[in-house]
């Protein structure tokens, strides 16, 4: 194992807290070891991540289906 990478949620507003690399095994266990294998496809999306800023749009209730649907 190279290192351990955290990524506990999908949601762009947590990315700053919930998207890290560690030397260990994390307590939350939302993630996956690093290893020669799957290390530059991690190291992509942690990247990717990590460059998002975090902007009210960004907030879970934007992509909330509308509850008033006339049709």
Known sequence: ???????????????????FLLSSI?????????????VRISISLYTARSIIPNTWRDNPDVYVKPTNVSG
């Open 26 to 38: 994390s307590n939350d266990k939302h993630g996956l070891p690093l290893n020669k294998v799957n």
């Open 1 to 19: 194992m190279i290192c351990w990478f955290e990524n506990h949620s999908n949601i762009i507003q947590y990315n700053p807290t919930h998207v």
